[in-house]
């Protein structure tokens, strides 16, 4: 198996605490065989073996983007795109964003749901190569109420029979994650308000108990406080968004349940939106301030954040995650523990430990090069010089390589 090694002037091995000058990463397939210092990685280079230069730059794991929409195409109406869109048109444009993706580093991202399967098609579309991507998860179509958050994806249901039997469904579609709206969201026009609950503490426990027993997880939306105990006390594996809306509009961060997250080390992921800046500059920075502290405080608090856009909704666009970094940076988060929200910390909330997120021997070889040092400067993770997806090579267009041979 023909092997590459990839050498620069810094390397992140992942959790970014792990930083080394002179470092380099050799690859087999599609699996890492040696990464650390240059001097330790290059003895185990087989003769023939093709090598690729970049000195100026830092080499460190592929980002993971927790939360996207792949079916959604960030526009000011994604919804009627995709109800008026039929498959093939869709597909294709899912494909195209998901190389957008690829573009900005990301080498594994979690499609949190789509409408008929499609993900799932492009999932293995990437997987054999004929089409470039990141690795996806898929959720197929999220569990909602009737008429309720992204009904139209497909997946209504009402009482524990239908939740367990889409469950199933889902999972005999490829599923590779079961998502449930447990509160509604402000992209369904006329569904229930994102504060409000949409199934009861004994539905969603019947979601968990039919996923874990088909050995899924279970990802679920919720914006409302009471939304956010249900899904505690139902034992989900992630909590997205986690914004403690309340019925008057405000955010209403309750310390008992930020203590049961903390305890049970479930990760949330805010899927915060890439477009923040104009948010905060549209409200001001008192409001803003007021409306950003819950997110503050469970960073402060130790609540496992991973890194997620909703990429698909209006605005936040594909490859838009270093932006949805720099939201934690203006919180006052450190680069490294940055970093490692969409590397190390993501791949273990995704249960892609030991498979992503570092550059390790035996790990699937999914890799980033940047120009310039992301913990000295966020901004670097936009000059993607090359990205590495299960072992085949992705060049931005904009990126120049240097090949040696």
């Known amino acids: 198996m023909s092997q590459i ?109 789509d409408r008929g399967g499609l993900a799932v098609r492009l999932r293995e579309a990437i997987a054999e190569g004929s089409v470039a991507g990141p690795r996806l998860l898929t959720a197929t179509a999220p569990l909602t109420s009737r008429t309720g958050h992204c009904w139209f994806l497909g997946g209504e249901v009402e009482g524990e ?88 509009g405000t955010s209403d961060l309750r310390e008992d349940l930020l203590t049961q997250i903390i305890a049970k ?24 301030s007021e409306l950003f502290a819950p997110m503050r405080r469970m960073a402060e608090s130790g609540v496992r954040l991973v890194a997620g856009t909703d990429a698909g909704i209006p605005r936040a666009v594909f490859g838009g995650l270093v932006s949805s970094l720099e939201f934690f940076e203006y919180l006052g988060v450190p680069r490294e523990r940055i970093i490692d929200m969409a590397t190390s910390e993501a791949a273990a909330a995704l249960g892609l430990d030991g498979q992503a997120g570092r550059l390790a021997e035996g790990h699937r070889a999914d890799v980033l090069v940047v120009d ?5 400067d966020l901004d670097a993770l936009r000059a993607v010089r090359l990205t590495v997806a299960g072992g085949r090579l992705h060049v931005p267009e904009q990126a120049v390589l240097r090949t040696a041979h």
């Open 161 to 248: 029979a239908e939740i367990r039997e889409k469950v199933r469904r889902n999972a005999e579609e490829g599923a590779d994650v079961i998502k449930v709206m447990a509160t509604g969201g402000g992209l369904t026009r006329g569904g229930p308000a994102i504060w409000q609950t949409q199934f009861t503490t004994e539905e969603l426990a019947a979601v968990v108990d039919e996923a874990h027993r088909l050995g899924l997880p279970v990802a679920a939306h919720a914006h409302g406080v009471q939304g956010i105990a249900a899904v505690i006390a139902a034992g989900v594996d992630t909590i997205e968004h986690c914004s403690w809306m309340t019925e008057d």
């Open 372 to 376: 310039g040092d992301p913990l000295a």
């Open 5 to 113: 090694l990839i050498t620069a002037g810094r390397i992140l091995l992942g959790p970014s605490s792990t930083y080394m000058q002179d470092g380099a990463v050799l690859i087999a397939g599609d699996v890492i065989v040696a990464a650390g210092a240059r001097n330790d990685v290059l003895p185990r280079a087989e003769p023939g073996c093709r090598m690729l230069e970049l000195p100026d730059s830092t080499l460190m794991p592929g980002l993971i983007d927790c939360h996207v929409h792949l079916a959604f195409d960030a526009g000011p109406d994604p919804v009627t795109t995709v109800t008026e869109s039929n498959d093939a048109t869709l597909l294709l444009g899912m494909a195209g964003r998901a190389r957008q993706l690829l573009d900005a580093g990301v080498t594994t991202a979690r499609d949190l749901g």
């Open 265 to 288: 080390e479930i990760p949330v992921c805010p899927a915060n939106h890439p477009n923040w800046r104009s948010f905060a500059d549209r409200v001001g920075p008192e409001k803003a």
